[in-house]
């Protein structure tokens, strides 16, 4: 079956908002999720979410899969977002800097990855954002893995991840709180978990991370 969504996500110190629309094949899906430093995460439910992004041309990938199938990404970094969610009563705004993650194509009936994005400031003062990944258009070259600095973007090679998504390759992380789903509908299962948290250490492309936050990922999907 054929897969697109979008995923936006908008980090800053004080909250992390993540929004995705998916549809794989004639199935439609959309979540949310809200997370703050001291662990509480929001979730699902009726919700109003409100984004300004000023978004630009990112980084296209096309990819061929292990199973002879074309897929394809488009990554933004850092670019700058504004949010405000309404939900259970409450308000929440954000301004920060976001990652967007546009991607569709066939892919193999079982995929798995590993992912970690985010934003940050280096020692220097430099605005940092990166995209990282195993397991899908993750080729030695040609790859979507990318560091932006200043808002360019470089590629980076192979990295990493730790098996209890604790680091990939220099980078270490910290979780404020953790997004799973279990889903088994026969013809379609996923098993999810996104965790959003706070890096520190260093990029691939040697960028010394002095705050970052943003999350790390893993999906094992039979689609």
Not at 8 to 25: E, K, N, Q, W, Y
Not at 62 to 83: E, F, L, V, Y
Not at 120 to 136: E, K, M, R
């Amino acid at each position: 079956m054929r897969k697109r969504w979008r995923w936006v996500g908008v980090f800053t110190p004080d909250a992390m908002l993540c929004a995705g629309d998916a549809r794989i094949g004639p199935f439609p899906k959309r979540w949310w999720a809200l997370a703050l430093p001291d662990g509480t995460l929001h979730r699902g439910g009726r919700a109003v979410i409100r984004l300004e992004l000023e978004e630009n041309a990112g980084v296209e990938v096309t990819s061929t899969t292990p199973d002879g199938n074309r897929i394809w990404t488009r990554k933004q970094g850092g670019i700058p977002a504004r949010a405000r969610l309404e939900a259970g009563g409450r308000e929440y705004e954000l301004d920060g800097r976001a990652i967007v993650d546009d991607s569709e194509g066939e892919h193999d009936r079982r995929t798995s990855w590993r992912w970690c994005a985010g934003v940050g400031t280096a020692d220097d003062g430099a605005p940092l954002a990166w995209n990282l990944v195993d397991g899908i258009h993750d080729a030695p070259a040609a790859s979507e893995r990318r560091v932006w600095r200043d808002g360019e973007p470089a590629e980076v090679g192979p990295v990493e991840f730790a098996p209890d998504l604790s680091g990939v390759s220099g980078l270490a992380f910290c979780a404020w709180s953790e997004l799973t789903e279990n889903l088994n509908l026969l013809v379609l299962r996923s098993r999810y978990r996104q965790l959003f948290g706070s890096f520190s250490g260093e990029l691939p492309d040697g960028s010394r991370v002095r705050d970052g936050y943003g999350v790390m990922e893993e999906h094992d999907a039979l689609w």
